[in-house]
């Protein structure tokens, strides 16, 4: 029992995502039966659950790395639709001036866009953890600035990966059932997960998170950890960056991963993160960014106006923080610690009720006996 409850307490933070989650797809049920039904169309496999798998697909990989940053600097950055943006941007005119394109150009174009993510990381970084500069301060630089690097590299146009190997790798590989940006987001997801298991990743991000000066007295650098983290953020974007213009078929600086950095920040939040720091799930982000891709597409299944749909999402992210909200938890803490009183005596009565019935029995047979 003492086990399951210990279960229970290192998975609530689950609750909130998940119930929204599980709202939300009931919602869709509701308006259609056939909202779960998959099809296989030339051998692909379509519908609104692989289509939300595909469309979650950048918004995931920057969740992953915005709860890391989040839980070492205890600040978000603001900056990573934009370096998405710079590392793609470099991605496409490695392709384009390559000449002939096979797969190990793309794949040297993607070693090249990952090493700009780190330059990106390590110029943010290196202002937060050496300069002690709010990372939400920090980031608004490349945030500001961003895209315009971008549009320079790209020569002021909008250039078009018309090559057929950026075309499956943004849509599907022949013989392959699945949609390839769901794949590459598994694979992500697979690679982050050994790596936090394997190493004291998780450890020291969530000591720096919670108590620095802590952390430092036990032979932890903060400003190395809070470094590293906002490396993996450059490595996310620039990895969130490539899929993304993959999928495009071209490369627009202007709206490339516009505005994700709100929905990513929601994802964590969302996942039961404090955006204080400290402890972190990135299990609850990524069902977190999940939850935000089926609000976006509900949305526009129940025919809300795209421009409007900004305002509904504003609303939904008002309740969603009242609900997470320290003061709301702790006032449900409270009345669950009260529920949980109320049933253990009235338990207990009933116990002693029949304790005492059974001495009754036990004396009047005594006396009979005698």
Request: glycine residues 8%; charged residues 10%.
């Amino acid at each position: 029992m003492t086990s399951l409850r210990r279960q229970f307490d290192r998975l609530s933070h689950l609750f909130l995502p998940l119930s929204v989650l599980v709202a939300l797809l009931t919602i869709n049920l509701v308006k259609g039966a056939d909202y779960f039904k998959i099809t296989m169309i030339n051998g692909v496999f379509y519908g609104n659950i692989p289509n939300i798998l595909f469309g979650a697909s950048e918004l995931v990989i920057l969740s992953i790395g915005m709860t890391l940053v989040t839980a070492a600097s205890r600040g978000q950055d603001i900056s990573i639709g934009e370096s998405g943006a710079i590392s793609s941007a470099i991605f496409v005119q490695y392709v384009l001036n390559a000449g002939e394109v096979t797969i190990w150009t793309i794949l040297a174009g993607f070693l090249i866009s990952c090493v700009a993510g780190l330059v990106i990381g390590a110029f943010n970084g290196t202002l937060v953890s050496f300069f002690n500069v709010q990372p939400m301060v920090a980031t608004l630089i490349l945030f500001l600035g961003g895209r315009s690097i971008a549009f320079i590299i790209d020569g002021k146009v909008s250039p078009i990966l018309a090559n057929p190997i950026s075309n499956q790798i943004g849509t599907v590989i022949p013989g392959v059932p699945i949609q390839t940006p769901i794949i590459l987001t598994a694979v992500f997801i697979v690679i982050v997960a050994v790596a936090i298991k394997t190493t004291n990743l998780r450890l020291y991000v969530e000591a720096v998170g919670v108590n620095p000066s802590a952390a430092r007295l036990n032979g932890i650098n903060p400003k190395k950890v809070i470094f590293l983290t906002f490396l993996i953020m450059g490595v996310c974007s620039a990895v969130a960056g490539f899929i993304a213009v993959n999928k495009a078929g071209r490369h627009d600086s202007v709206n490339l991963l516009k505005f994700i950095m709100m929905d990513a920040i929601l994802a964590v939040a969302l996942g039961g993160n404090s955006l204080a720091g400290g402890k972190f799930s990135i299990t609850g982000s990524i069902i977190g960014a999940y939850t935000i891709e089926v609000l976006n597409r509900t949305l526009l299944r129940l025919e809300v106006n795209p421009e409007a749909i900004k305002a509904f999402k504003s609303v939904f992210i008002i309740v969603l923080m009242v609900i997470a909200s320290p003061v709301v938890r702790a006032l449900a803490r409270e009345l669950l610690d009260k529920a949980r009183a109320i049933v253990t005596g009235y338990s207990a009565r009933q116990t002693g009720g029949l304790n005492k019935a059974a001495v009754s029995i036990t004396d009047s047979s005594a006396k009979k006996e005698g």
